[in-house]
Each structure stands twice: as structure tokens, then as C-alpha cells.
């Protein structure tokens, strides 16, 4: 079975997310293509498992100076997703790919789908929507740009979400098939995360997660007092 992982790395979360999906396919007997977005130098590494685990690490440098993030942010994604279907392309000529799994970025996938004929998966972590009331100014700007690039889902040949809340929405807001959007919750590895053994461990709060609005850690001063105050 010749398996595509396609990601763009925006966040750690991302990529720690593709790497534990790649090894488990890996154990099925997949061979699993990870394509993302690395510095001008970087080159297609070979992992372990017997090379059955490629990472093909695409300059999506803009070749031009802005000290805007969201402009570059937007426009690097967008030529992330132009250069990863050329090499996307060459790689399917040498043996099929069976299936392109994306995360983040739409537009490459889905001309991947339409040029090669090939199966579709995307995995949505959130509507764009949905933080809406969260956004900045400057964020707002690129909504529209966000709204035809959520777009492309309607042509996925499956949708995955990380929750049942997160499914409904998004059935709702793209008007998508049902019978095609999959809840599945992030995985926990139970080799790593064990339960903690016997005596008193006090009183402790965890958050993880990255330091924005729509996290919500504006409250964590007052969880946390309210908590331990208890």
C-alpha cells in the first residue's frame, strides 16, 4: 500500500500529530510520504522502519521581504501548496499513490485529487468561523481568503474532525455530506501517559496548549486560584 501524508508545519501539534499517524500506518504495512514545508537546504530524509517513512521537505520560501506575518504566513502556505504538487506529481509517476491525507492547507491536495485521481482525506482541527469573535483586525482581513480555502472540502472524499462538536459544525458551515465527516479524537499513546500510582501528588493544574485567545488563557489565573483555593 503507497500511503501520502501531506502537511504543511505551521505548529509542533501538527507535526507531532502526522509523525504518530505515519508510525502506525507504517506498522499496517503503509509506505508513508510526509511532505512539509522546510528551509532552502533541506532535502528528502529517509527514516527509520526500512525506509518505508520518506519526508520530503519543501522550500516554501516567498523570495520577497515583508515583516508582516499574516502576509507571509498566507502566502507561504499558498506556495507550499504549488510546490508540493510538483513533487507530488513526480513521486506518482515512479509508483501510485493511494491516498493524499492533509492537514491545514486545502488547495495543494485538492489539485493533487483533481490532476492524479487520487483518493482525498482531510483532517480539520477548526472552522475558521468559529474563532471569528477571536481574530484580530489583521486577522479579519484574510477571512475571505480562509473562507474559499475551506471551500476546497466539499470535493474531499472524506473529512476528518477531532470531535463530535467540531463535526456538526463543520457539516453545517461547508454543507457537507454527513455519511463523509468522521469524528475521531486526538489519540493518547497509554506507553507514554500512564496513570500515577499511589500517594498524595497535592493539588496541580495542567493546561497544554499554545498561549491565544480562543484557548481561553486569559482565565487561567482565576482557574487556577479557584482551584487550589478548593
Known sequence: IFTLIFVSKVLFFYTLHVFNLSRELIKLGCEVHVFTSAG???KARFFDNGGRLIVHRINASLGIQTKDY????????MTFDTKVVNEIIKEHKNSPFDLVHSHITYNGALMAKQLLNIR???????VQKARLKF??????????VS???????????????????LKELVVKTHNLDESKVFAIPNGVDRGIYVEPGEGDYGKRVLYIGRFSMEKGIE???????????K
Open 147 to 165: 473562507k474559499w480555502q475551506e471551500s476546497a472540502l466539499s470535493c474531499a472524499d472524506s473529512v476528518i474532525t477531532v470531535s463530535e462538536t
Open 70 to 77: 499574516l502576509v507571509k504566513k498566507n502566502l507561504s502556505r
Open 40 to 42: 532552502k537546504n533541506s
Open 120 to 126: 482525498w482525506v482531510h483532517t480539520i482541527h477548526l
Open 135 to 144: 481574530m484580530s483586525l489583521e486577522e479579519r482581513k484574510f477571512l475571505k
Open 219 to 229: 482565565f487561567l489565573p482565576e482557574i487556577i486560584d479557584g482551584t487550589l483555593s
